[in-house]
């Protein structure tokens, strides 16, 4: 391992605050790009001398910025490189081949003539208020995340140039942001002292990690600390990351307090508990600010090498098949760790003057570029195997894409909303294509509950419109009840003869059904089995969704809401089509109580809500039947 701090002026003697290689290009070259407080962004070549040192030289000067820029991202396949600066804007630059030259009006004529390469401006990202602080991209290059001084972060489709998503929960500002390698997640860490995890598929708040507990005081209340800095950290930046393969996440700017005494120190989040840290690495110096994993993943070390280790080491905090090496910046020094052991296995201290600012590995894992506040980089270089033997081939990681779960979340929230209140985004008058005619609402039952257990009957409930007869199933909300089954109460527009039921708010009582009285529209007398509107309606209506009975729930519930559920079949013989087809009373609904009824149902909760309360809810919410069936119910009066 040697370190070089390079006398070049990299950003005329000002501040360099960002610097990042670019990976999964040709590999012939290792470009760097860099950024500073003079506006501009400049892309370097870096080599390896025969002393085994860094030798830079410069390629391209990228002046369109009109304040100091912040953070360089290249994206993982090399293409397009991503500065956000003080101007509040994010540019994504691309390497033109061609020998047109970037129009002279963003720089000077003598800087013009020195580049080599030609990079142009493909994109600009506007969304942010304040300065951008830190950018990741996604895996597949498809999407980025930025965090800002306007207290956001805000995850961006790249190919759209358009935002995704706002995250504004943080109450100061974001100095940090890194998206998982699998694409479940995006944390974020700000100066108001929290870690915030969210969700790229819920866009919601996953996890907030603020506090840890430091043992109980003396009167037996439990103490705890706050796990990060405040914004007296002289950093502007608090970079973390995800390792290579989203197993861990590794967060700077940590404290631990211990009675009096604060050590600075590093996180170590595991993937299945990103609640609370699994360890921590503690710095000797001052506070973390930057943690960037090598993007190579190493062979374990031999078991002999491993056994002189062993003694001296504390337990492991990582636990993978294979080694992966991180380097942490602190203000004034870097760290080096792998994940076989948790205490450091290189130090580099007093390279700069000043704070540093960013590190970044290249992408064979032979530099490490370090930026200071100083105006200075420097870079520590390695040897062929000298952090270890380099794995044969990477390992496969799943990588869950944004684009698609953003389209999964559509979906779901439309089937649920369907789920909820079939037809419910229907116009009125009309007739839905997949509803079976015949089905009248109830009139103003919202609120009340619509529970029913039947006996012997073992299923989940599911809003059904029919349950055909000899299939246990669980009775729902539902506007038929079919012959031959004893339920407890639905609230149903029509109740066929010869169930025994509980009273319920009905437009039509027939005659014959054990009940109380209640209050109902109208109420038919001497009549057994409800007309319907037409039974060739009816039974047209089943043959088009199934040609035997014993399918129709199934096909019912997929037709009609789109969302598959679990019942517990028991296939019988299909009975007569005199039991298997009730007919329903006509009956008349005032447009005004389907008004009211309609207005509690669709709610934005629901929307956002996971899958199970969503059937709970149904329990206090009626299923208003189509609009199209005012017009069957109407040509029957």
Known sequence: MKVITCEIVWHNKEPVYSLDFQHGADGRMNRLASAGVDTAVRI?????????????????NLARHTKAVNVVRFSPSGDILASGGDDAVILLWKLND?????????????????????WAVIKTLRGHLEDVYDICWTSDGNYMASASVDNTAIMWDVNKGQK????????SYVQGVTWDPLGQYIATLSCDRVLRVYSTQTKRVAFNVTKMPSGSGAEGEVRSFRMFHDDSMKSFFRRLSFTPDGSYLLTPAGCVESGENVTNTTYVFSRNNLKRPVGHLPCPGKGTLAVRCCPVYFELRAASAADEISPKSPPALFSLPYRLVFAVASEDSVLFYDTEQSFPFGYVSNIHYHTLSDISWSSDGSFLA??????YCSFVTFEEDELGVPLKEKPQIPVRTPGGTAADKKAKKSQSHKVISPGSRLPEGTPPSKDPPGQPRTPSTAGKELPSTPVGIKATPVPSPSTPVGIKSTPVPSPSTPVGIKTTPVPSPSTPVGIKTTPVPSPSTPVGIKSTPVPSPSTPVGIKATPVPSSEE??????????QPRRVTLTTLQSCFK????INLISLKPESPASADPEPAPMSIPPSSEQEHE???PSDESLQAP????????EDLSLPAPAGDQTSCESNK
């Open 164 to 171: 995704v998503s706002i995250f504004n929960e943080h109450k």
């Open 44 to 60: 370097w070549k870096v080599e390896k001398g025969p002393d085994g040192k860094a030798i830079v030289e410069f390629l391209s």
């Open 370 to 375: 370090i930026s200071s506040t100083d105006g």
């Open 599 to 601: 207005k509690p149902l």
């Open 611 to 618: 899958p199970a309360p969503k059937r709970a809810r149904t």
């Open 538 to 547: 009816r039974r047209s209506s089943q043959s088009s969704r199934a040609p």
């Open 563 to 566: 969302t598959p559920r679990r």
């Open 98 to 118: 061609s020998k047109e030259l970037e129009p002279l009006v963003f720089q000077d004529d003598d800087e013009a003539q020195l580049n080599k390469e030609n």
